[in-house]
Structures are given as structure tokens and as C-alpha cells.
């Protein structure tokens, strides 16, 4: 059996001076999980526009070049054998009476009808495999997939499913927000039985599998046992680490990944592969009761016998299957869904492995292949038949294991990432299967990925050991050119040819070597945006969309959120820390030395902090002689650190206890630097 853990809600805010909470959480703890909901509701807004002034912002028409790639990715497409959309309206029970869902503020948590769209043929704007996958991504509402068995899909980017047990529920995958996870247990409760949760699982480490937890679960029924909350062993911890560190890089990316900024249509937003949408609303985190820890591992669940396959480090480096015996379901999670998935997803994150990913999906062939009869995953829609279950399992194994063999074989020739990318293709079966095409994922950035997991970022070609930075480079360039008019003419000449991909990196050389080159910011927002259009990965497409956009339109801008970060209360002081160290700036610490102790005095944790030669090393469980100590609950020291909850304030509120002299803890404070999330990515 798993661990028992206790259950971390929220009780740690509390400790919090209500006028400080929102001035310190978010500047924080505004990271990667949080965004789709945070932009969705935060009354995001435009800049009026940054001093290089954007081009107009009028999306263009697909060029004669587009249209005609587009016209002959039509021709090579798969027949249609209309599998897929009689899958996905199987079972159909019922959905939500309005378009759209709403958060409890009246503002709009999920809109069912944002796709109605998409419907007939392909426009000229849209990749049309893209759009026949966003077409079959239609079918939402509560659907049946075995007796006992239920999923509501698309009311948010991922799927919920529930498996009906003698006197309850058992949810796995909760969603993103309470709003959307609640309204689907309501419709589940009307339509089928209203009966409560016995127990939540959580498939893997990602929000939109967990965070909406609290619209089915009252965290009360958790922490008495009532309710048991289900997930893979070092769930919480990969739940932290991946938003921690990096968490604003990953979140900058991921507003062009994940295309939040563009408005739906033909020419904008056309899904993001997995799924049509994210859910926006009030976000949550209840962890884990137990762990499941290896695989052939079986919980009884009110009578109800689960058997857990353990598939860490694929798409998640926390994930699990779940086999159904009595219904003889797979539950996939997400390591095989309806579309290629990424080996490292380009909003940022630790790469994956495409090697254990061939290999568990083999592992799940042999322990369940010749008996499934339904798959479910936590995205998409299922499959049904033991002979189309094993062709798909068969075949999602077969490309992340093509993808892997054949990237390392060439990489062992001597070819370069960029190399194997270009010239890497599925064998023809696999590109004929609608289920492994490159919706989301694509082969080219995954054979890429599978060349840095096991060479690094130098590819061997030393004129790439040490190249210009991008500005200077972008200077060199056009001065080699003869100057920005000749950048200019050899710029339109790409365009004109279609070739989209020259014209963008000569446009980008522009910008960056002039971000007030109008002409080039001209050419490169519409470069990007024929490059989107072509696109068959959604996230591609957002990716070069998102460019072009904020290329005319400079980046978002005002930004405003209150209340604490979901994820606040499960992460140790010791992995603030870490992302505190990561803030120093060496410049105005120059040749500072300074220590001090640090006390939380909710989880009893000791710290002792040093800063020498610009690096502050953070050591738990040390304490510094003679230094003073700050003794306060985790989210006042955070404040005090950021410089959000003066000193001086927490010491007269009597909210923190300080033993010496405070200078150095406010010298340190002033050598800190948050992180923002506007930092520019299409001009220097």
C-alpha cells in the first residue's frame, strides 16, 4: 500500500495579513499550472502598444502558397472511415442545458458552444487535419462507456471520468477548476445516480488532471477518511518542482503554446489538440491519502477492484493506468490519446522519455491487451473492440518507439537535431492512423527532443559552440546584407515564394537587429502567421499565431489576481528557497556577505541562510551562530523575503519574531528580483 499522507488545504494563508495576501502570493506564485484559468478570469488587456509600434492587427487571408500546401495535405490525408466520430458520440447521455458554464462571480468559466465553428470542410485557414480533429473534439456532455463506467468530456481541455460503485463515486481526473468538475458531477448526479464521492484519483502531476478537485470534494471528508484521494508515488512532488523553478518561463511560453491570447476562429484559436479549451474558475489542491507505489498494486474501492500500472517519466514524470477488471476498461491516462504527444513540451519542462514511453505501452499490451474491450484516457475520446484497442495501443507504442530508435540512429550518423527533424518521417501505416498524427506533439520537435535527452543543447558543429547572441547577430546579418532596405527586398522575395520559414528568420533578424523596422515586423508577423495556418500541431499553430499577434499588437498588459496560489500549501519552505536563491542579483549584491536563520514555525522547518561571492545558500536543518533568526508562518517569510510584508510592519503587527538585528535580512531583500512574465519573445 501507499503512504499515508495528511491532506495540506489552505490552513497556512490564514496566517496571512488580509492587506498583504494578494501583494505577496501573486507576484510569487503566478506560475505554469495556474494560467489558464488566471487569464481566462483576470480580466487580461492589450498593451496600447510598445514603442516599437505594431503593425496593424488584421489577421490575413491564407496566400496562394498556403492554400495550396494546405489543398495538398487534404490529398495525402487517411479515408475516412468515420470511426473516430461514432466513438466519440457513443454513449451519449446528456449535456449541459446553456452554451456556457459559469463561475460563481458570473463570469464565464467554460463555453461549450466556443467551437460551433468548426464544421464542414477545412477552411483555407486550417490545417485540415487539425480541423477534422477539433470536428470529432465536438461530441461534450456526459457519455457512458461501459455499465458503471462514465466520462464527461469537453468541459474543459481534459476529460473527467467516474466509476459508479455500490454506494458512491469514484472520480479520477478531476479537471482544472471547481466551476467545470462541478457542473459535470451535477449533470453525472441528474442523469445517472446522486449518489457521493467514496474516493478521487489523480492519473498523473498536471493541474488539469487535479485542480479542480474541490467542486466535487469537501476537504473535510478527506481529512476524516471519509473520502480517500488516490495518486502515483512522488505525485506532490512533481506537482511543486515543475511550477517552482522555472515556473514563469514556462508560464511566458506557455501563453503562445496554449494560444490563450487569440481569439477563436478560423483565423486564431482552433483547439490546442488535446482538447478545444481550458476551463477558467477557482482552482484547488487536496493531496494525495495514499500513493500507489508499483505496478500490479490493487485498491478495493468499495467493492470495486482497481489494478494500477505505474508509467513515470512519459507524459508525466508522476503518472499511472488504471485497469477496470469488472467492466475489462483501460484507463490510458495520457499515454495514448488521440493524437502524438509531446516528448518535450515546447512551453518548457524536463524532457521525456520516448524509450520508456514505447516500453510501458508494450507493458500495458501484455498485462491487458487480450482482454480490454473499452480504452478511456484523460483526454479525448474512447475506443471500443479488443481488436481496435490493441492496434491503437500497438500503434501509439510504435511511434514514440520509431521516433526514439530512428532519432538516435541518425543522431549516431553524425546528423544534428535540425537535421533528423527535417528528414524524419513515420513509416506510411502509422501516418495513414488518424489516432498518432501530430495534432499536439509533432515528430519533428519530439525527434528533437530525443537528441537533447541524450546529447544536451551543442549539436557538435563548432561554429554552434559559441554563435553572436541573437541581437548582435541579427546585426551582422543585415549589415551583410547591405542594410535594412536589402533585408527588406531579399525578405518580401521569401514571402512572395512561399517560403515562410527564410522569411521569418530573415524578419526576426530585423526586429531583433531594429525593433522599430516596421517593414520587418510587418513581414515577420505575416511569416508567422501562413506558418500557422499550415500547421497541423495546435500548439504550433497557437505558437506562430500568438507571434504574429503580438507582433501588431505588443504584449498583454494588465495582469490582476487576488486570493493565494492553490499550490501554496503544499510546497516546503525549502523549495522557496530554492526559487528565492534564483532571484539574487549578483550586481547589487557585489560583494555582500551576510547570514541569518530562518524558523517556520507552522511546519517547525530551520533554515540558515548565507550569501557570499553573489550566492545565497539556503541549509535546512542548520542554524547560523550568533546570526539573527526570523521566526513566521512560510507565507510571511515569503513576503518579508520578496520585500512585499515590510519587516518592519510583520515586527509591529507582532506576526513575526526576530532574535538580533534585522539589516540583513532587509539588505538581502533588496538584492532580490522577482521574475515577470512579460518578458519579450519576438524583439529583443
Request: net charge neutral; with cysteine.
Given at each position: 500500500?501507499?503512504?499515508?499522507?495528511?491532506?495540506?488545504?489552505?490552513?497556512e494563508?490564514?496566517?496571512?495579513?488580509?492587506?498583504?495576501?494578494?501583494?505577496?502570493?501573486?507576484?510569487?506564485?503566478?506560475?505554469?499550472?495556474?494560467?489558464a484559468?488566471?487569464?481566462?478570469?483576470?480580466?487580461?488587456a492589450?498593451?496600447?502598444?510598445?514603442?516599437?509600434?505594431?503593425?496593424?492587427?488584421v489577421?490575413?487571408?491564407?496566400?496562394?502558397?498556403?492554400?495550396?500546401?494546405?489543398?495538398?495535405?487534404?490529398?495525402?490525408?487517411?479515408?475516412?472511415?468515420?470511426?473516430?466520430?461514432?466513438?466519440?458520440?457513443?454513449?451519449?447521455?446528456?449535456?449541459?442545458?446553456?452554451?456556457?458554464?459559469?463561475?460563481?462571480?458570473?463570469?464565464?468559466?467554460?463555453?461549450?458552444?466556443?467551437?460551433?465553428?468548426?464544421?464542414?470542410?477545412?477552411?483555407?485557414?486550417?490545417?485540415?487535419?487539425?480541423?477534422?480533429?477539433n470536428?470529432?473534439?465536438?461530441?461534450?456532455?456526459?457519455?457512458?462507456?461501459?455499465?458503471?463506467?462514465?466520462?464527461?468530456?469537453?468541459?474543459?481541455?481534459?476529460?473527467?471520468?467516474?466509476?459508479?460503485t455500490?454506494?458512491?463515486?469514484?472520480?479520477?481526473?478531476?479537471?482544472?477548476?471547481?466551476?467545470?468538475?462541478?457542473?459535470?458531477?451535477d449533470?453525472?448526479?441528474?442523469?445517472?445516480?446522486?449518489?457521493?464521492?467514496?474516493?478521487?484519483?489523480?492519473?498523473?502531476?498536471?493541474?488539469?488532471?487535479?485542480?479542480?478537485?474541490?467542486?466535487?470534494?469537501?476537504?473535510?471528508?478527506?481529512?476524516?477518511?471519509?473520502?480517500?484521494?488516490?495518486?502515483?508515488?512522488?505525485?506532490?512532488?512533481?506537482?511543486?518542482?515543475?511550477?517552482?523553478?522555472?515556473?514563469?518561463?514556462?508560464?511566458?511560453?506557455?501563453?503562445?503554446?496554449?494560444?490563450?491570447?487569440?481569439?477563436?476562429?478560423?483565423k486564431?484559436?482552433?483547439?490546442?489538440g488535446?482538447?478545444?479549451?481550458?476551463?477558467?474558475?477557482q482552482?484547488?489542491?487536496?493531496?494525495?491519502?495514499?500513493e500507489?507505489?508499483?505496478?500490479?498494486?490493487?485498491?478495493?474501492?468499495?467493492?470495486?477492484?482497481?489494478?494500477?500500472?505505474?508509467?513515470?517519466?512519459?507524459?508525466?514524470?508522476?503518472?499511472?493506468?488504471?485497469?477496470?477488471?469488472?467492466?475489462k476498461?483501460?484507463?490510458?491516462?495520457?499515454?495514448?490519446?488521440?493524437?502524438?504527444?509531446?516528448?518535450?513540451?515546447?512551453?518548457?519542462?524536463?524532457?521525456?522519455?520516448?524509450?520508456?514511453?514505447?516500453?510501458?505501452?508494450?507493458?500495458?499490451?501484455?498485462?491487458?491487451?487480450?482482454?480490454?474491450e473499452?480504452?478511456?484516457a484523460?483526454?479525448?475520446?474512447?475506443?471500443?473492440?479488443?481488436?481496435?484497442?490493441?492496434?491503437?495501443?500497438?500503434?501509439?507504442?510504435?511511434?514514440?518507439?520509431?521516433?526514439?530508435?530512428?532519432?538516435?540512429?541518425?543522431?549516431?550518423l553524425?546528423?544534428?537535431?535540425?537535421?533528423?527533424?527535417?528528414?524524419?518521417?513515420?513509416?506510411?501505416?502509422?501516418?495513414?492512423?488518424?489516432?498518432v498524427?501530430?495534432?499536439?506533439?509533432?515528430?519533428?520537435?519530439?525527434?528533437?527532443?530525443?537528441?537533447?535527452?541524450?546529447?544536451?543543447?551543442?549539436?557538435?558543429?563548432?561554429?554552434?559552440?559559441?554563435?553572436?547572441?541573437?541581437?548582435?547577430?541579427?546585426?551582422?546579418?543585415?549589415?551583410a546584407?547591405?542594410?535594412?532596405?536589402?533585408?527588406?527586398?531579399?525578405?518580401?522575395?521569401?514571402?512572395?515564394?512561399g517560403?515562410?520559414?527564410?522569411?521569418?528568420?530573415?524578419?526576426?533578424?530585423?526586429?531583433?537587429?531594429?525593433?522599430?523596422?516596421?517593414?520587418?515586423?510587418?513581414?515577420?508577423?505575416?511569416?508567422?502567421?501562413?506558418?500557422?495556418?499550415?500547421?497541423?500541431?495546435?500548439?504550433?499553430?497557437?505558437?506562430?499565431?500568438?507571434?504574429?499577434?503580438?507582433?501588431?499588437?505588443?504584449?498583454?498588459?494588465?495582469?490582476?489576481?487576488?486570493?493565494?496560489n492553490?499550490?501554496?500549501?503544499?510546497?516546503?519552505?525549502a523549495?522557496f528557497?530554492?526559487?528565492?536563491?534564483?532571484?539574487?542579483?549578483p550586481?547589487?549584491?557585489g560583494?555582500?556577505?551576510?547570514?541569518?536563520?530562518?524558523?517556520?514555525?507552522i511546519?517547525?522547518?530551520?533554515?540558515?541562510?548565507?550569501?557570499?561571492?553573489?550566492?545565497?545558500?539556503?541549509?535546512?536543518?542548520?542554524?547560523?551562530?550568533?546570526?539573527?533568526?526570523?521566526?513566521?508562518?512560510?507565507?510571511?517569510i515569503?513576503?518579508?523575503?520578496?520585500?512585499?510584508?515590510?519587516?518592519?510592519?510583520?515586527?509591529?503587527?507582532?506576526?513575526v519574531?526576530?532574535?538580533?538585528?534585522?539589516?540583513?535580512?532587509?539588505q538581502?531583500?533588496?538584492?532580490?528580483?522577482?521574475?515577470?512574465?512579460?518578458?519579450?519573445?519576438?524583439?529583443?
Open positions: 500500500m501507499g503512504a499515508n499522507l495528511i491532506p495540506m488545504i489552505g490552513v494563508f490564514l496566517y496571512l495579513p488580509k492587506e498583504f495576501q494578494g501583494r505577496i502570493l501573486m507576484p510569487i506564485l503566478s506560475r505554469a499550472t495556474r494560467f484559468a488566471f487569464l481566462l478570469c483576470s480580466g487580461v492589450w498593451a496600447n502598444g510598445p514603442a516599437s509600434a505594431p503593425v496593424a492587427d489577421a490575413r487571408d491564407a496566400t496562394p502558397a498556403t492554400k495550396a500546401v494546405l489543398e495538398q495535405a487534404a490529398r495525402d490525408l487517411p479515408p475516412e472511415d468515420g470511426q473516430d466520430f461514432e466513438f466519440a458520440q457513443r454513449g451519449f447521455i446528456a449535456t449541459w442545458p446553456e452554451n456556457v458554464i459559469r463561475q460563481a462571480n458570473g463570469k464565464l468559466s467554460f463555453d461549450l458552444s466556443g467551437n460551433d465553428f468548426i464544421e464542414g470542410p477545412a477552411p483555407s485557414t486550417v490545417h485540415p487535419a487539425l480541423w477534422r480533429q470536428r470529432v473534439l465536438r461530441a461534450e456532455g456526459l457519455f457512458q462507456s461501459a455499465p458503471g463506467l462514465y466520462q464527461v468530456r469537453n468541459f474543459d481541455n481534459s476529460n473527467v471520468s467516474f466509476i459508479e455500490p454506494k458512491g463515486w469514484i472520480v479520477v481526473d478531476p479537471l482544472t477548476v471547481s466551476e467545470v468538475a462541478r457542473a459535470a458531477f449533470l453525472l448526479k441528474k442523469h445517472v445516480a446522486d449518489k457521493p464521492v467514496v474516493a478521487v484519483i489523480y492519473t498523473h502531476s498536471h493541474s488539469d488532471h487535479f485542480a479542480g478537485a474541490l467542486g466535487i470534494v469537501d476537504p473535510a471528508d478527506v481529512a476524516s477518511g471519509k473520502v480517500q484521494v488516490i495518486a502515483p508515488k512522488g505525485f506532490v512532488d512533481e506537482v511543486v518542482s515543475e511550477w517552482m523553478i522555472a515556473g514563469t518561463a514556462m508560464g511566458r511560453r506557455a501563453f503562445y503554446q496554449f494560444g490563450y491570447f487569440l481569439p477563436r476562429g478560423p486564431g484559436h482552433t483547439g490546442m488535446m482538447g478545444t479549451a481550458i476551463a477558467a474558475g482552482q484547488g489542491f487536496i493531496a494525495p491519502t495514499i500507489i507505489e508499483q505496478t500490479g498494486q490493487s485498491l478495493k474501492i468499495d467493492g470495486v477492484e482497481l489494478i494500477f500500472q505505474m508509467v513515470p517519466e512519459t507524459e508525466a514524470p508522476a503518472e499511472f493506468n488504471i485497469w477496470i477488471p469488472h467492466v476498461a483501460l484507463l490510458n491516462s495520457e499515454t495514448a490519446t488521440a493524437s502524438l504527444h509531446n516528448v518535450q513540451t515546447l512551453r518548457g519542462a524536463k524532457v521525456r522519455d520516448a524509450k520508456a514511453w514505447a516500453f510501458y505501452l508494450t507493458e500495458s499490451l501484455q498485462l491487458w491487451g487480450k482482454k480490454a473499452v480504452l478511456i484523460s483526454h479525448h475520446w474512447p475506443r471500443y473492440g479488443n481488436d481496435v484497442i490493441r492496434q491503437h495501443l500497438s500503434r501509439q507504442r510504435d511511434a514514440y518507439k520509431f521516433i526514439h530508435d530512428q532519432s538516435v540512429r541518425r543522431m549516431n553524425g546528423q544534428t537535431p535540425e537535421e533528423i527533424a527535417e528528414n524524419l518521417r513515420l513509416p506510411a501505416a502509422l501516418q495513414a492512423d488518424w489516432g498524427r501530430g495534432y499536439y506533439g509533432t515528430v519533428s520537435h519530439n525527434a528533437k527532443a530525443v537528441y537533447d535527452r541524450y546529447m544536451g543543447w551543442y549539436d557538435g558543429v563548432p561554429a554552434n559552440l559559441n554563435p553572436h547572441p541573437p541581437v548582435e547577430r541579427a546585426k551582422l546579418l543585415v549589415e546584407l547591405g542594410g535594412a532596405k536589402a533585408l527588406h527586398r531579399v525578405t518580401r522575395k521569401a514571402f512572395k515564394a517560403n515562410y520559414r527564410w522569411a521569418a528568420e530573415l524578419g526576426q533578424s530585423g526586429v531583433f537587429a531594429d525593433p522599430t523596422d516596421s517593414v520587418s515586423r510587418f513581414l515577420l508577423a505575416d511569416s508567422y502567421e501562413q506558418l500557422g495556418y499550415q500547421s497541423e500541431s495546435a500548439i504550433w499553430r497557437n505558437i506562430y499565431l500568438t507571434g504574429a499577434r503580438e507582433l501588431r499588437r505588443g504584449k498583454p498588459d494588465g495582469f490582476a489576481e487576488t486570493g493565494p492553490y499550490l501554496m500549501m503544499a510546497t516546503p519552505l523549495d528557497l530554492d526559487l528565492v536563491e534564483t532571484t539574487l542579483v550586481e547589487k549584491a560583494e555582500t556577505k551576510l547570514a541569518f536563520n530562518l524558523v517556520d514555525t511546519s517547525g522547518d530551520r533554515f540558515a541562510l548565507t550569501l557570499e561571492n553573489a550566492v545565497l545558500v539556503s541549509e535546512k536543518g542548520q542554524t547560523v551562530p550568533g546570526a539573527p533568526t526570523l521566526s513566521a508562518p512560510k507565507p510571511i515569503l513576503g518579508v523575503l520578496f520585500g512585499q510584508a515590510p519587516l518592519d510592519a510583520m515586527l509591529a503587527s507582532g506576526r519574531q526576530l532574535v538580533g538585528d534585522g539589516a540583513a535580512i532587509k538581502l531583500t533588496s538584492f532580490l528580483s522577482i521574475p515577470k512574465l512579460d518578458f519579450n519573445i519576438i524583439e529583443p
